[in-house]
């Protein structure tokens, strides 16, 4: 049974960091794609980042482009969202993903209803 346990949320000021972290265990780590998500109250839920299973390409939503970077350390099955700069806006609940078949690259519409999510960590971001 795959577990993906997030951690790091809070509140933060406007323009501070803040760094997610999502403990993955019951799969194959290094075989698998790994996002995250999140949504707003209110709002739908929103593609954020992803990186492939090697760790060699990331992928960005153009809202957090430049702000946020995933990364992965496959000797501890985390992977990691650095958040800079942040905004009000990136209010919402922060869910890890992992992607829907292993070897692939994050394609987020099947990693949404294929893949395993974690229960989600809040992150407020006041102004």
């Known amino acids: 049974q795959v577990q993906l346990v997030e951690s790091g949320g809070g509140l933060v000021q406007a323009g501070g960091s803040l760094r997610l972290s999502c403990a993955a265990s019951?799969?194959?780590?290094?075989?698998?794609?790994m996002g995250w998500f999140r949504q707003a109250p209110g709002k739908e839920r929103e593609f954020v980042a992803a990186?492939?299973?090697?760790?060699?390409?990331?992928y960005y939503s153009d809202s957090v482009k430049g702000r946020f970077t995933i990364s992965r350390d496959n000797a501890k099955n985390t992977v990691y969202l650095e958040m800079n700069s942040l905004k009000p806006e990136d209010t919402a609940v922060y869910y890890c993903v992992s992607d829907g078949y292993p070897h692939s690259d994050f394609e987020p519409r099947i990693a949404a209803d294929l893949g395993s999510w974690g229960q989600g960590t809040q992150v407020t971001v006041s102004s």
């Open positions: 019951g799969l194959i780590f290094t075989s698998y794609s």
């Open positions: 990186i492939t299973w090697r760790g060699s390409r990331t």
